[in-house]
């Protein structure tokens, strides 16, 4: 079975930072671009981040430049977002999901809370 | 950025009746345009891949046309499973954008 496993979330503190990851199985890991999708709670979708499949490109949403890394482990089958100098407004259930035009799998998401 | 504008925001339908949500792109975004469909509590699901290719596995009920600019996603005769949020997205230029998603709630 295609699908893709996020974990790491939790809460922590403003300013704070958190690496999630993401564990892909049933398809070649290596050959696929991946992608960070969040949700704040009750509302909708935001893009944040894309990496291709040999990292040769990334790209970031505004919202995080600067702040979030994504990285990937193609070894380990695995991607990764290194999140730093965390905001309120970062609170949200983060998706892993692949692909270089529609999204496909997603995986269960994992949330983030950033309070004091 | 290219903006993506969903309408409406909320149906209340019943079953059987024929759904037509649209999304219109602030910029033309050729017909690199998907769908998804997210229920509650779980992660979203593709339905319809460039505008019009129906997802392997997705039921037949669910259809899109469109290029450019507009946009539709028909769902024929909606069954209460169907109950949930749908999402446009486009993938034409970065950043990637979502519309504001619609809810679809059964009578």
């Known amino acids: ?116 | 950025e290219i903006v993506l504008t969903q309408s409406p925001d909320f149906l209340s339908v019943t079953p059987k009746e024929k759904v037509t949500i649209t999304c219109r792109a602030s910029q033309s975004v050729g017909t690199s345009l998907h769908w998804y469909q997210q229920k509650a509590g779980q992660s979203p699901k593709l339905l319809i891949k460039y505008a019009s290719q129906s997802f392997s596995g997705v039921p037949s009920r669910f259809s899109g046309s469109g290029s450019g600019t507009d946009f539709t996603l028909t769902i024929n005769s909606l069954e209460a499973e169907d109950a949930a949020t749908f999402y446009c997205h486009q993938s034409s230029s970065l950043p990637w954008t979502f519309g504001q998603g619609t809810k679809v709630e059964i009578k």
């Open chain 1, 1 to 116: 079975e295609v699908q893709v496993v996020e974990s790491g979330g939790g809460l922590v503190q403003p300013g704070g930072s958190l690496r999630l990851s993401c564990a892909a199985s049933g398809f070649t890991f290596s050959s696929y671009t991946m992608n960070w999708v969040r949700q704040a709670p009750g509302k909708g979708l935001e893009w944040i981040s894309y990496i291709t499949s040999s990292s040769t490109a990334i790209y970031y949403a505004d919202s995080v430049k600067g702040r979030f890394t994504v990285s990937r482990d193609n070894a380990k089958n695995s991607l990764y977002l290194q999140m730093n100098s965390l905001r309120d407004d970062d609170t949200a259930v983060y998706y892993c999901a692949r692909g270089s035009n529609w999204l496909d799998p997603w995986g269960q998401g994992t949330l983030v809370t950033v309070s004091s």
